[in-house]
């Protein structure tokens, strides 16, 4: 069976011969004399498209034959045509290759191994074996770029046994012969059975979007090619809204923003002194009774607690303080002398609640109406 892909990276269209067709639980796998669909293997995915009337859902390599998961069956012995998806071929041969400059730029500059590979639907997920800074990282990326920019050719080829001792390659382990070799220009040489393009300018872009700690190394998130546009341009998207938003220009946004977090920062602050003193008039407006039973509109959680707290330093008893949400009500019972354990208990289950706290203190939400529970204080006295 001929390896057409290895042959010509940009095959889309081939002819072959059905050589088997057996059906499966997903449908039929079907082999050929000859094959332009990559099998998946060595962290890439494989092709997909059509051959003659089936389309090819999945190709996998097993004990030397390479199996094509077709919807439909093909007759065995007869002549077919093969189409390869190009935009996910080109795709991933984009971010494949890619991986290789950025890794052996890694390589050369640390020594460190690339141990994990895996192309998403969304991004590449690359792991290496050991910490890369940020500024390090952002020189590497530069001269992954300079390398595309170069536009060196992408040369693979299976080495004689002879001439592979004096060929130097990245691998994490010796391997025996055969060994297929990547060497892209002068930045990289690795054993790789995959598919790449043929120079590097086709990779067109590399941007690395994040990169966190793993096992004592890193793991990069990183785009390639027409990814790398995508991303950059609905970046671009978000930053113009951003920028019309901010009223400043576009290679401004950050500080504008910095300075709006500034500002609100401030606003926050003076909201809260403000907050505070409300809170206070509103507590004072209870000084002298035994309970207090409060409803406030619009108040968060911590809100709520902080305004039972102030009511509570002005009654003898405690402070039961309620403010609306979308599933029914925030409440909290406070109280600076005694124990609200047994009120707690006897409120979520009266009024359809969940909620609980320390025993000068109980806190949750009450899924009742005002009606009810404004009832339920009233038989307390209140």
């Known amino acids: 069976m001929e390896k057409l892909f290895y042959a010509d990276c940009h095959l889309t269209e081939f002819s072959a011969t059905v050589t088997g067709c057996g059906e499966c639980e997903r449908g039929y796998l079907v082999t ?66 890619g991986e290789h400059i950025l890794s052996g730029l890694i390589n050369a500059r640390f020594g460190y191994h690339n141990t994990g590979f895996h192309v998403g639907a969304d991004v590449m997920e690359v792991d290496f074996d050991g910490p890369i800074s940020a500024e390090d990282l952002a020189q590497l990326e530069l001269e992954a770029n300079e390398a595309i920019w170069k536009n060196m050719p992408v040369k693979c080829w299976i080495p004689s046994p002879d001439e592979l001792e004096s060929v130097t390659y990245r691998t994490k382990r010796a391997l025996p012969w055969p060994v297929r070799i ?30 966190a700690s793993l096992r004592g190394g890193v793991r990069l998130e990183m785009v390639c090619g027409g990814r790398a546009y995508k991303y950059m341009t609905a970046v671009f998207d978000q930053n113009r809204t951003v920028s019309q938003t901010f009223s400043s220009k576009l290679l401004e946004t950050g500080e504008a923003a910095k300075k709006m977090q500034e500002t609100l920062a401030r606003e926050k602050a003076r909201i809260a002194q403000l907050q505070k003193q409300v809170f206070a008039s509103i507590a004072n407006g209870y000084a002298g009774k035994e309970n207090a039973v409060h409803f406030e509109e619009g108040l968060e959680p911590a809100q709520v607690r902080e305004l039972a707290d102030h009511i509570s330093r002005t009654v003898s008893g405690y402070a039961a303080v309620f403010s609306e949400n979308a599933g029914g009500f925030s409440y909290c019972l406070a109280t600076q002398t005694g124990d609200l354990r047994q009120l707690g208990r006897e409120v979520t289950a009266a009024l359809n609640g969940r909620g609980g706290g320390k025993p000068n203190f109980q806190q949750g939400n009450l899924a009742a109406p005002r009606a009810e529970i404004e009832a339920f204080f009233a038989a307390q006295g209140i």
């Open 182 to 211: 990547v060497q892209v220009g002068d930045v990289d040489s690795c054993a790789c059975c995959g598919i790449h393009v043929a120079a590097t300018g086709e990779v067109g872009m590399i941007k690395i979007l994040s990169c």
């Open 32 to 97: 050929l004399d000859a094959t332009a669909f990559y099998p998946e293997g060595g962290g890439q995915a494989c092709d997909i498209g059509t051959l003659g009337g089936a389309n090819v859902l999945d190709v996998q390599e097993k004990d030397g034959d390479i199996l094509h998961l077709c919807d439909k069956p093909l007759p065995v012995g007869t002549a077919v045509e093969g189409r390869i998806d190009w935009a996910r071929r080109f795709d991933l041969m984009q971010q494949h290759t």
